[in-house]
């Protein structure tokens, strides 16, 4: 299974941003997937997972109500929708798979990972 995330960029605090993560597996809608990030000097930290069908999603605390995630299996395709970005959402994203039917917010939960998109909030 292979990851290509993708739809970082540099936004000012408080606007948008809709990275995207698409896989290279038929059986995509078979596998949970997770959205990480990783901030310089910090460890990598979960934001948001999301179920097989979608019908479940999960968040950190601290971008719950910011953040909206879901997916299109027909796309092979899962979003991040960001809102009201602040300069401490920057971070790279690293979006991650797993057939576990399980959401976890554990990065060792994930056995598919991909390489990572760069956001980056400016105040």
């Known amino acids: 299974v292979q990851l290509q995330a993708s739809g970082g960029g540099l936004v000012q605090a408080g606007g948008s941003l809709r990275p995207s993560c698409a896989a290279s597996?038929?059986?995509?809608?078979?596998?949970?997937v997770g959205w990480f990030r990783q901030a310089p000097g910090n460890e990598r930290e979960f934001v948001a997972a999301?179920?097989?069908?979608?019908?479940?999603?999960y968040y950190a605390d601290s971008v719950k109500g910011q953040f909206t995630i879901s997916r299109d299996n027909v796309k092979n395709t899962v979003y991040l929708q960001m809102n009201s970005l602040k300069p401490e959402d920057t971070a790279v994203y690293y979006c991650?798979?797993?057939?576990?039917?399980?959401?976890?917010?554990?990065?060792?939960?994930?056995?598919?990972w991909g390489q990572g998109t760069l956001v980056t909030v400016s105040s």
């Open positions: 597996v038929r059986t995509f809608s078979m596998y949970v």
């Open positions: 991650a798979a797993d057939r576990n039917p399980a959401p976890r917010q554990d990065s060792t939960g994930y056995l598919y």
């Open positions: 999301i179920s097989w069908a979608g019908t479940g999603t």
